[in-house]
């Protein structure tokens, strides 16, 4: 069996104006606005070059050491201080230094320091639809999984580091705006995995001269082309605002959704990303639902690291979930159908309704937050902000011990693969009885700290009248 293959075939879509889809789940009718599945295509055959004649260049100047240090993490070279320490002397080098610390003039601080505020205020909903909907969900993407595979960065055993790595990346894109701001960390960041992205297609394309067959360009595009770098932007941006955000009840204003697109068109500019199809909230939805038509038709290595990701999230911090509720939520953010072509363990409705109750949770802190005081809110966004930076960085909390660098380190070679990891699906009952006790009491307090918030007994009294009892009359008769 071929594992690059799509499990099931897929004619070219009819893309006349007014024809109604469905693509992951997502219904939306076709427009004159939605790029050709033809032109789309064409993107699979581009991609960084500026940054793959930079890398030659670093080497050039600064040449890797023996498997450029993968014995010794200290002797990698660090490929954005030779990019800035050269940029002056070296005209390629010039050329990348000066692109990404030249700012377009479509970028508007105050409007990306909104789209930052937003993933304060959503940041479960936020969190959970990057990890289950983009990231896990994104592997149905087949042909992108194939340079994943290659890379080994899906691995059973490696996957929760890599995972870390990519929340330390987003963490600090939306930090604060001196962050993403040239020269701020996640502006560094941004172009140490720019480069990181050059090493890995350049790897894979001269194994692919030594060997021929081994990563079929023609069929799955140059790896990390642009089509794929637009379809992760969007993965980030897009797919949240129209499909994993809408799924756990959260829909953004126009004006909010310009601001979450404006964050990452600047992120994906940096990221050497075309980003035009960023500028409106329709060209960007259109762009991802052609996208999305064009790419998502799962494999059986897409299956793989889908597993792979939920393996390695098993009874990991912060969610600490068994695999079942991990599956749950995977089935609740991507849809029954997408779920089970991704080959997810079906949960039962235990889980199911765990996941759901998780959901409750979210929304009771994210509609609470509009009517917090400032302080409070500055102080929520800080707690999420250090919490996130632990949890990446605290090796006690689960994390790497350290702050990511973005270094190459799942080098692809020739005859490697990513196979998929073993489980255990099984969830005890004991675990089920302590789970359940914890989510009454976890919805009985949400109920009353929310009621301190949210004038729940008004707007009940204002529906229902006189049948409505107020709640110290009950905790009263309950204790
Ligand atoms: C512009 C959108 C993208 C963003 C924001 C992004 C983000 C990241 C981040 C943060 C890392 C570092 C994680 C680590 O070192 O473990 C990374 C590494 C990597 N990315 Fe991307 N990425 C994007 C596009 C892509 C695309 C389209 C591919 C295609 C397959 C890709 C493949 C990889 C690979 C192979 C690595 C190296 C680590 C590994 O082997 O898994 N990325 N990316």
Not at 117 to 133: A, E, I, P, S, T
Not at 345 to 358: C, H, I, M, T
Not at 416 to 437: C, I, L
């Given at each position: 069996m071929d594992k690059s293959q799509p499990l099931s075939s897929t004619a070219m879509p009819d893309q006349?104006?007014?024809?109604?889809?469905?693509?992951?789940?997502?219904?939306?009718?076709?427009?004159?606005q939605h790029p050709r599945i033809k032109d789309v295509e064409k993107m699979l055959y581009t991609y960084d070059e500026l940054a793959m004649e930079a890398l030659d260049r670093i080497d050039a100047i600064s040449p890797p050491g023996p498997k450029d240090g993968r014995k010794c993490p200290m002797s990698q070279r660090d490929l954005y201080a030779l990019l800035e320490e050269h940029s002056q002397s070296d005209e390629v080098l010039g050329k990348l230094w000066n692109e990404v610390n030249t700012v377009p003039d479509w970028v508007d601080w105050e409007q990306i320091s909104r789209g930052q505020r937003l993933v304060y205020r959503y940041h479960g909903q936020m969190l959970l639809g990057l990890l289950f909907n983009s990231l896990l969900g994104g592997m149905a993407a087949w042909r992108?999984?194939?340079?994943?595979?290659?890379?080994?960065?899906?691995g059973v055993q490696v996957t929760r580091r890599r995972l870390l790595e990519t929340s330390q990346h987003f963490l600090e894109v939306v930090e604060d705006l001196d962050s993403v701001k040239p020269g701020g960390k996640g502006f560094v960041s941004s172009v140490r995995v720019r480069l990181?992205?050059?090493?890995?297609?350049?790897?894979?394309?001269?194994?692919?001269?030594?060997?021929?067959?081994?990563?079929?360009?023609?069929?799955?595009?140059?790896?990390?082309?642009?089509?794929?770098?637009?379809?992760?932007i969007g993965a980030y941006s897009a797919a949240l605002v129209w499909m994993s955000l809408p799924r756990q009840g959260v829909y953004l204003s126009e004006e909010e959704t310009a601001d979450y697109l404006a964050l990452w068109r600047w992120v994906g500019y940096i990221m050497g990303t075309p980003v035009d199809w960023m500028a409106t909230p329709a060209s960007a939805k259109a762009m991802m639902e052609s996208v999305i038509t064009s790419e998502m038709n799962p494999s059986r290595n897409s299956q793989v690291i889908a597993?792979?990701?939920?393996?390695?999230?098993?009874?990991?911090p912060p969610l600490n979930a068994p695999r079942p509720l991990l599956a749950a939520l995977a089935y609740r953010l991507n849809g029954h159908e997408m779920a089970s072509a991704l080959g997810i363990d079906r949960p039962n409705a235990w889980y199911r309704g765990r996941a759901w109750v998780l959901g409750l949770i979210l929304t009771f802190m994210s509609s609470s937050y509009p009517f917090l005081p400032e302080w409070w809110q500055r102080s929520r966004d800080r707690k999420f902000i250090k919490f996130g930076h632990d949890m990446v960085t605290n090796h006690k909390m689960g994390g790497l011990g350290h702050s990511a660098r973005f270094e190459f380190q799942y080098t692809p070679a020739l005859g490697k693969t990513t196979e998929m990891g073993a489980f255990d699906s099984a969830g005890s009952w004991q675990r089920a009885v302590v789970a359940t006790v914890g989510i009454v009491l976890g919805v009985a307090v949400?109920?009353?700290?929310?009621?301190?918030?949210?004038?729940?007994?008004e707007i009940a009294v204002q529906r229902m009248g006189g049948m409505v009892v107020p709640a110290e009359q009950v905790l009263g008769k309950l204790f």
């Amino acid at each position: 069996m071929d594992k690059s293959q799509p499990l099931s075939s897929t004619a070219m879509p009819d893309q006349e104006s007014g024809t109604i889809a469905r693509v992951c789940g997502h219904d939306f009718i076709w427009t004159h606005q939605h790029p050709r599945i033809k032109d789309v295509e064409k993107m699979l055959y581009t991609y960084d070059e500026l940054a793959m004649e930079a890398l030659d260049r670093i080497d050039a100047i600064s040449p890797p050491g023996p498997k450029d240090g993968r014995k010794c993490p200290m002797s990698q070279r660090d490929l954005y201080a030779l990019l800035e320490e050269h940029s002056q002397s070296d005209e390629v080098l010039g050329k990348l230094w000066n692109e990404v610390n030249t700012v377009p003039d479509w970028v508007d601080w105050e409007q990306i320091s909104r789209g930052q505020r937003l993933v304060y205020r959503y940041h479960g909903q936020m969190l959970l639809g990057l990890l289950f909907n983009s990231l896990l969900g994104g592997m149905a993407a087949w042909r992108v999984v194939e340079t994943l595979s290659r890379t080994g960065g899906f691995g059973v055993q490696v996957t929760r580091r890599r995972l870390l790595e990519t929340s330390q990346h987003f963490l600090e894109v939306v930090e604060d705006l001196d962050s993403v701001k040239p020269g701020g960390k996640g502006f560094v960041s941004s172009v140490r995995v720019r480069l990181l992205h050059s090493t890995v297609r350049r790897r894979i394309m001269e194994l692919e001269r030594q060997k021929q067959g081994y990563y079929d360009t023609r069929t799955w595009g140059v790896p990390i082309n642009d089509l794929h770098q637009v379809g992760t932007i969007g993965a980030y941006s897009a797919a949240l605002v129209w499909m994993s955000l809408p799924r756990q009840g959260v829909y953004l204003s126009e004006e909010e959704t310009a601001d979450y697109l404006a964050l990452w068109r600047w992120v994906g500019y940096i990221m050497g990303t075309p980003v035009d199809w960023m500028a409106t909230p329709a060209s960007a939805k259109a762009m991802m639902e052609s996208v999305i038509t064009s790419e998502m038709n799962p494999s059986r290595n897409s299956q793989v690291i889908a597993n792979n990701i939920l393996t390695a999230e098993m009874g990991a911090p912060p969610l600490n979930a068994p695999r079942p509720l991990l599956a749950a939520l995977a089935y609740r953010l991507n849809g029954h159908e997408m779920a089970s072509a991704l080959g997810i363990d079906r949960p039962n409705a235990w889980y199911r309704g765990r996941a759901w109750v998780l959901g409750l949770i979210l929304t009771f802190m994210s509609s609470s937050y509009p009517f917090l005081p400032e302080w409070w809110q500055r102080s929520r966004d800080r707690k999420f902000i250090k919490f996130g930076h632990d949890m990446v960085t605290n090796h006690k909390m689960g994390g790497l011990g350290h702050s990511a660098r973005f270094e190459f380190q799942y080098t692809p070679a020739l005859g490697k693969t990513t196979e998929m990891g073993a489980f255990d699906s099984a969830g005890s009952w004991q675990r089920a009885v302590v789970a359940t006790v914890g989510i009454v009491l976890g919805v009985a307090v949400a109920a009353l700290v929310s009621s301190l918030f949210y004038p729940w007994h008004e707007i009940a009294v204002q529906r229902m009248g006189g049948m409505v009892v107020p709640a110290e009359q009950v905790l009263g008769k309950l204790f």
